[in-house]
């Protein structure tokens, strides 16, 4: 492609001798004006201005910027490079190599399907953490998950041999946004065009929501979904309209007893206070230069918690302080320093940067804190974390015959107005069918929440579970393993209390499972690892883990247990991610804690714990040991960081990466420009995307005799529309795995099979948490099949094979944020593959809603102030939404006219707002999807 340069932008840059390329932001009036993250689009519209999809006047009205003004203007975003996961990456790979056949049927050369931008795997979301507690857990559960996840792993070699500029990290190495920040970010990227060398930012976008973390090295990049992924891959650009940019002002130091994670939980609950989905949030004041590069970094990784689209911190001294320690070029660092300072991308908190909102943070005022039961967003302080807890209980408890009765004292907790349910097993009964909870006055034993379960192990351990046992302690996830401040606080608390005398509850899994090898290395130069063992909490992988719902299975008896007295356990997490069912089967309430609180929860044994009024246990001398007599000092942390940690460590992490083990170098590898499908695979089969597709798209229709496939409420992630974690034998996606010979031992997990549309489309809206509303009181991936007399209860799959038998298209009808947390692109392909036309919600979640177009499925908007329930359906009506044919005369209304009419023959109309936002969109949406466009492209030339 040729860039026009109207602006005459195009100019040279020597560093150290080097000359390079470069598009001047001050050749374009206003740029000087912009807020950081906005001068990185402004060099990218420069730089990739074709005078066609990228003109002068896109680059004046994002130079001309007006922070108040609401965003209607669309810019075409060209990310420097790709980076991916292996949940999210298989499919990716998987679509590329269908693709690839699909452009032969068509005529054209399957290897023009290819990545035009560097595209990097990290492979970190397989290890499950079946083994724990003991040294040789970490080299178990690698073996084990060469065994789950051989087929793929052979698919992606392959791929790493088939496509150009593709790379696998191998599994083992660390989580992608740790490998990211540490390794594999350019923060200013080099290529050689037309026999130049061009220096230009380093932007990404990511097939994981947590790409932000890369934000707190200056680079811009978020998750997208993997449809979008593959796109940025094949040349196209990425859609957006010029956002609101939030400024977010930080002052003042963290004081003693909190850390970084305690920072991160009070962002996000102001941020998602405040309102900043869709918009960019910017840091900046005085108080940034005291934001160490680990602490940027985990602030941005929690951006999809605050809803943002990036969360942004600038380039300065910390940046290339951080580039130097983590065995960055001396070119490459002092290339970032110069171009950045000639581009006007370096801080300067002297400048008064002009932003569309503010918010401010005194970092003096944070304090220690946690996150639970289900949202990341629900912050409580640690003082009131044991009376939240007994709050929040009220949702989780129920009771049968087995189990025991609840504790008078929280009589007040639970008022009758709003008292638990008690009901066998794990279904919960609607608020109007409750009955009064009862209570017993023998509780045994002060501060009981009921009478506890005897729980007698194998190895003789004996102990009794209750309702808040912690269960799951696991320090995990790039947010916080990424972070050697929080990471050392925990090892010194773990010699803290070994040398008090302090164990672990016999009842708790514990694991450590880092982002990097780096945190093994500066755990073993510390001297800290033996305290941390000592404690249970032996490294178990290198890889996203508990966070993602590789958690492992609890202990047979811990879990017999739990299911047969329908328990409330709970789990704790140094994560980002807490939502129903995504952590463990058997635990329902889930909390975010620092590295630190998670291994003080361990100690604790229970949510339904008062660190400031209850002891942890007792010394040698039999004096009351509390979490204050062995919290540590930050003064020594400090000190083990400077001792531990240094160049060599991440220079030796990374020698070979994409190398791999023994493992990966024996395994058996196909070749060739197209992919041999297996069949009888379990893991990897061609998806039916591109089946029947015609060279030009048949005209899109409106939507007549739909019925609702779910009726869903707010908040709905994701999680609940495709979950990632285990599944059982009577589910659909169980049975087809029996069927197809496979054992139950072997079923690993859904986000291991993304490769599978088999599986997936099976295992769409199968949380076992989601609540469909067209039932009353059941949980999981059930709905009503309205093919049948009367719609009877049926497996969600089930009923939309009849749907899709009889004819009849599926709407989902949804509250507000619909499709929150993971950029996970099976919940708009599993959507669009039950035979869903269209999505009706209160509001959405940016990646999922570009998701649903990117499949060809209708985003659609209830009117402002209006909802399923404000305007009485039931799910049970008929739907036909009219006014979806304008597309193919290229015009996008603003509003559909959406007509539900009743068994009894009335109908109710209303305007639903379409959420086609942009003229790429509406391209993708005619095309029946992103895929089908970019492979007519790709076709036609």
């Known amino acids: 492609m040729s860039t026009v340069d109207s602006f005459g932008s195009k100019g040279k840059l020597n560093v150290a001798g080097t000359e390079y390329e470069i598009f001047r932001l001050n050749s374009v009036e206003g740029a000087e004006n912009l807020p950081f993250s906005l001068k990185v689009l402004l060099e990218n519209l420069l730089r990739t201005e074709d005078g066609a999809n990228i003109t002068a006047d896109h680059v004046r009205a994002l130079a001309g910027w007006d922070p108040n003004a609401e965003p209607d203007t669309e810019i075409q975003f060209t990310p420097a490079r790709v980076i991916m996961q292996d949940f999210t990456g298989v499919p990716c790979v998987v679509d590329l190599a269908t693709m690839r056949e699909a452009v032969k049927d068509l005529g054209g050369d399957p290897k023009r399907v290819n990545p035009l931008a560097p595209a990097e795997m990290v492979i970190d979301h397989s290890v499950q953490i079946d083994a724990f507690g003991n040294s040789g857990a970490l080299e178990r559960n690698m073996e084990i998950e060469y065994q789950r996840n051989g087929e793929r792993y052979q698919f992606l070699r392959w791929g790493q041999t088939a496509f150009d500029d593709f790379k696998v990290v191998p599994p083992g190495t660390g989580i992608v946004h740790q490998v990211n920040i540490e390794y594999l970010a350019r923060t200013v990227m080099t290529r050689e065009v037309d026999g130049a060398l061009r220096a230009y930012p380093d932007t990404c976008v990511g097939t994981d929501s947590h790409t932000t973390m890369v934000n707190g090295l200056g680079v811009l990049g978020w998750g997208v979904g993997g449809i979008e992924a593959e796109a940025a891959m094949l040349g196209q650009p990425v859609s957006m309209l010029i956002p609101r940019v939030v400024g977010f002002k930080l002052s003042g130091s963290i004081p003693a007893g909190a850390t ?376 020594e942390v400090q000190q083990v960081i400077d001792s531990s940690i240094d160049k060599d460590m991440f220079a030796k992490g990374y020698d070979g990466v994409f190398d791999g083990d023994e493992r990966w170098q024996a395994l058996d590898t196909p070749a060739g420009d197209t992919f041999a499908w297996d069949e009888k695979s379990t893991y990897v089969r061609k998806p039916p995307y591109f089946e029947g597709m015609q060279a030009q798209p048949e005209p899109v229709k409106d939507i007549t005799g739909a019925r609702v496939l779910l009726k869903l409420g707010d908040s709905v992630t994701t999680d609940h529309i495709s979950p990632a974690g285990s599944f059982k034998s009577d589910t659909p996606a169980g049975q087809y795995l029996l069927a197809n010979g496979v054992e139950r031992k072997d079923f690993n997990s859904y986000g291991s099979r993304r490769g599978n549309h088999e599986v997936m489309i099976r295992g769409t809206f199968a949380n076992i948490r989601i609540k469909n509303q067209l039932l009353d009181g059941v949980e999981g991936g059930f709905t009503r099949d309205f093919t049948q007399a009367d719609g009877p209860q049926a497996y969600v799959y089930d009923a939309a094979q009849n749907y899709q038998a009889a004819g009849t298209p599926l709407v989902v009808l949804a509250g507000k944020e619909y499709g929150s947390g993971s950029s996970r692109d099976w919940a708009a392909k599993g959507t669009a593959l039950l035979g869903v036309k269209a999505v009706i919600a209160e509001s959405y979640e940016r990646i999922h809603r570009s998701n649903l177009i990117g499949m060809g499925v209708l985003p659609l908007q209830f009117p402002a102030g209006e909802s399923a329930a404000s305007l009485g359906l039931s799910g049970t009506e008929t739907f036909s939404v009219e006014g979806v044919t304008a597309l193919n005369e290229g015009i996008t209304p603003k509003t559909l006219k959406v007509t539900a009419t009743a068994e009894d023959g009335s109908s109710k109309t209303f305007d639903a707002v379409l959420r086609i936002d942009t003229p790429g969109e509406a391209d993708y949406y005619r095309n029946g999807g992103i895929l089908q466009y970019v492979l007519r492209q790709i076709s036609a030339n």
């Open 260 to 635: 970084a994670t305690d920072v991160v939980l009070t962002i996000t609950e102001m941020l998602r206070k405040h309102g900043v989905v869709g918009k960019f949030v910017e840091f900046y004041g005085e108080g940034v230069a005291a934001v160490p590069l680990a602490n940027r970094a985990t602030i941005g990784n929690m951006s999809p918690e605050f809803g943002s689209t990036a969360a942004m911190f600038p380039i300065d001294d910390v940046t290339l302080d951080y580039l130097r320690l983590t065995g960055r070029s001396e070119q490459n660092v002092a290339l970032v320093e110069a171009y950045s300072k000639e581009q006007g991308l370096w801080h300067d908190p002297s400048r008064d940067i002009k932003f569309s909102e503010y918010l401010e943070l005194d970092l003096s005022t944070v304090v220690p804190s946690i996150a639970g039961p289900k949202r990341p967003q629900d912050r409580i302080e640690l003082t009131e974390a044991k009376d939240e807890f007994r709050h929040d209980l009220k949702n989780y408890v129920s009771h049968d015959a087995n189990a025991g009765t609840l504790d008078e004292s929280l009589e007040e907790t639970f008022p009758a107005s709003d008292a638990p349910s008690f009901t066998s097993g794990a279904t919960h009964v609607s608020d109007t069918d409750r009955e009064p909870p009862k209570y017993s006055a023998a509780h045994g034993g002060a501060g009981r929440i009921s009478s506890p379960v005897p729980v007698k192990m194998a190895d003789g351990r004996e102990f009794e579970l209750d309702h808040g046992a912690v269960t799951i302690a696991s320090i995990t996830s790039c947010t916080n393993t990424s972070n050697p401040s929080v990471m050392l606080a925990a090892a010194v608390l773990a010699r803290n209390a070994v040398e008090k005398g302090l164990t672990a509850k016999p009842w708790v899994k514990t694991s450590v499972a880092p982002g990097s090898k780096v945190v093994t290395d500066y755990y073993e130069k510390s001297g800290l690892t033996p305290y941390l063992e000592k404690l249970g909490f032996y490294i178990v992988g290198y890889g996203c883990a508990t966070c993602i719902g590789n958690s492992g299975p609890l202990e047979a008896e811990i879990s017999d247990a739990i299911q047969a007295n329908d328990l409330a356990v709970s789990a704790v997490l140094s994560g980002n991610r807490n939502f129903e069912g995504r952590i463990n089967p058997d635990v329902k309430m889930n909390y975010l804690a620092s590295p630190p609180l998670v291994i003080a929860y361990a100690l604790a044994g229970s949510m339904d714990f008062d660190f400031e009024t209850d002891a942890l246990g007792k010394d040698e001398a039999g004096n009351d040991v509390f979490l204050k007599d062995i919290w540590p000092n930050p003064v």
